[in-house]
């Protein structure tokens, strides 16, 4: 991988995908071993880690709930959607259920305020949303 790449830091995003996708979650080890690989430092990998929303720090569910809570979707009423799904599921944003099923995580602006309130399912898009559809999404998952 970091063969494609003009030098080796370069290759970071997709070497923690990569690490990401083999593991589930980005942990303190594997971020050191990231640097060593692409000599670079550990705080520069933690910097990296922190900043994007896509890298998990810790393991999450099968499916990874990212309900967006800015403007457009709070406006539109993401905050009673958030109770909604929490009170559904069990949980509070920021937990996984007992089954590792869902992880539910409130996330910066999804990029699809014209679809507001709306969700993501670990790589899908879910807009427009109220509790009937969200019902509906959830049991297509069972
Ligand atoms: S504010 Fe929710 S997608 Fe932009």
Not at 30 to 42: D, M, N, R, Y
Not at 64 to 88: D, M, P, T, W
């Amino acid at each position: 991988m970091i063969s494609h790449y003009p030098n080796k830091e370069a290759a970071l995003l997709p070497i923690l995908h990569l690490a990401q996708k083999e593991q589930g979650f980005i942990s303190a080890s594997t971020e050191k071993q990231v640097a060593k690989i692409l000599e670079i430092s550990p705080a520069k990998v933690h910097e990296v880690v922190t900043f994007y929303t896509m890298y998990n720090r810790k393991p999450v569910g099968k499916y990874h709930i990212q309900v967006c809570a800015n403007l457009s979707c709070s406006l539109l009423g993401a905050g009673s959607l958030i109770e909604y799904l929490g009170g559904k599921l069990g949980i509070q944003p920021g937990e996984t259920t007992e089954d590792d099923r869902f992880t539910l995580t409130l996330v910066q602006c999804l990029g699809a305020c014209e679809q507001a309130p709306c969700f993501m399912i670990n790589f899908d898009y879910y807009g427009d949303l109220d509790e009937t559809k969200i019902d509906e999404i959830l049991d297509k998952l069972e």
